[in-house]
């Protein structure tokens, strides 16, 4: 075989193993089956049947939201089976086990951040948390919204009226400031969410995250890992 004919040999293959590498690190599992049908109703039947969230948020439409962002749930299959379970630890403690889509006593907070010029609150609408993560404040909801191509400053209700809608706010969120933390264990993930519960200001809340990231971490056969408190 000629020199220039192995030099050819040589770099498609590394190429290959380049673009192989590539895709494993998107998507190193599938979501669908560590997110079981068993799994997620595990969750909501411990809602009470009163709660609209019991009727409002579906395993359907957090796959359906999944795939706007395929990087969630990435890396090794231990990394990938962490973040869900983190993920899900805190919609389960947002939501009351997805209970709840609007934020308690959300008709009190509007969450206008007048200081945010670039998305600026519009007239009789309220940026309460809305959603599994309960994504909060117009500056959240317009960048969001412009990445999702979505007017969410004029319509933060879509958050709260269309399942899907409301799981890809809270993966975006996810991906824009929880996903970058995650090597850090998931105590970095609760400031990430909400700080103001760590350095013993909110031990009960705190506490409650990572119950159930253990729990989930157990059921899907893999360590907590380090740093899970905050």
Known sequence: MMKREVGLM??????????LSMISSVDSINVATVVTPA????IINQASSSCKGKRFYTRAAFLSAKNSFPK???????????????????ATHETGHFCYIDEIGASTKPYCDRSCT??????????????PIQ???????????????????K??????????VSFKTALWYW??????????????????????????HRPDAVNNRVKYYKKYCAKFGVTPGRNIDC
């Open 10 to 19: 040589m770099v498609l293959t590394t190429t290959l193993v380049m673009w």
């Open 39 to 42: 799994f997620f109703n595990s």
């Open 72 to 90: 969630f749930g990435s890396g090794t299959n231990v990394q990938a089976k962490r973040e869900i379970a983190a993920f899900f630890a805190h």
């Open 118 to 131: 670039q998305y600026k609150c519009r007239p009789g609408k309220s940026y309460h948390g809305r959603g």
């Open 135 to 153: 994504l909060t404040w117009n500056c959240n909801y317009g960048a969001c919204g412009k990445d999702l191509g979505l007017d969410l400053l």
């Open 155 to 164: 319509r933060p209700e879509l958050a709260s009226s269309s399942a899907t």
């Open 175 to 200: 991906m824009k400031r929880v996903h970058p933390v995650m090597d850090k264990g998931f105590g970095a993930t609760i400031r990430a969410i909400n700080g103001g519960e760590c350095d013993g």
